[in-house]
């Protein structure tokens, strides 16, 4: 019998085949790692902005709930040098001061920016340290006159505190969040004198340019309205990037390809609104 010794391989199109479905293979694995790693990233961004988001709303939520607190009975308010019942009448009824409020500062105080711009959101009420935990020179645990600024520089929400009485002392400013593309306020108002409605809701809401009209008629801001436009930390594209409405202005599309958010809450001062029904009375 004949044996044969002839050893049969791959034919050529048998090879070209094979390679051509291992770099098909190859191909869709490369894909959804990709795909896989995309996710991920941009899973990371939308965590990432949610907490920012959280944490500035909570932030400026507990800030500004003691807006409007003056207590001439609390112990640990410092009355050295001060009338204390001429002060606490001047924060109850400026419990969101104007530019002019202030003879040492006229520029303090609440503003509106122009065109869409950020606006600035001024505070004031009785506490231990203002909005970066600094005491103004106060002793420890001792209560003064706090007046709180918030604004947009660049790109970072900060705040600046000041010493009420005198508008000096240390007031550096304190970034309270990066990647703030856009900070906008608005105020809850009361009802005039004349309207005799003595409930302390807010009846509208409105800019920081219509207040000084409304308080000289007797309205009185009893909540404020808050609106934050974050940038995701994360260079995850996103494209087309979708317009943004917050509060009253006008709807606005960043320029950048990335991952926003825009957070909104509104606070009620229980202490003004406590106040204006007391005055009704």
């Known amino acids: ?51 920012s988001g959280r944490f500035i709303i909570s932030r400026l939520r507990n800030d500004l709930l003691m807006t409007g607190r003056y207590d001439i009975l609390a112990p640990a308010l410092n009355r050295n040098g001060v009338d204390v019942a001429v002060e606490a009448a001047f924060v109850q009824n400026h419990p969101v001061p104007l530019p002019g409020d202030f003879i040492n500062d006229a520029s303090v105080g609440a503003i509106e920016g122009t065109s869409g711009a950020n606006d600035t959101l001024v505070v004031s009420f009785q506490g231990v340290t203002d909005c970066s935990g600094v005491n103004q020179g106060y002793g420890a645990n001792e209560e003064f006159f706090v007046v709180n600024q918030y604004f947009v520089s660049g790109t970072s929400l900060q705040c600046r505190g000041f010493d009420g009485r005198n508008l000096v002392g240390t007031n550096l400013a304190y970034t309270l969040l990066d990647d703030v593309y856009s900070f906008q306020v608005q105020y809850g108002v009361t009802n005039t004198f004349a309207s005799q409605d003595n409930s302390s809701v807010p009846v509208s809401f409105v800019t920081a340019d219509r207040l000084a009209a409304l308080r000289a008629g007797g309205s009185q801001v009893v909540a404020i309205r808050i609106a934050v436009l974050i940038r995701a930390d994360s260079d995850v594209n996103i494209d087309p990037v979708p317009s943004f409405k917050l509060l009253d202005e006008t709807a606005i599309q960043p320029s950048q390809k990335r991952l926003f958010k825009q957070f909104e809450t509104t606070i009620t001062l229980r202490n003004v609104k406590n106040f204006i029904r007391s005055r009704n009375i």
């Open 1 to 51: 019998m004949k044996h044969s010794n002839t050893q049969q391989g791959f034919s050529l199109v048998e090879l070209m085949i094979t390679l051509a479905l291992g770099l098909i293979i190859s191909g869709a694995l490369i894909q959804i790692m990709v795909g896989n790693n995309i996710t991920e990233r941009l899973n990371q961004a939308v965590a990432s902005v949610q907490e």
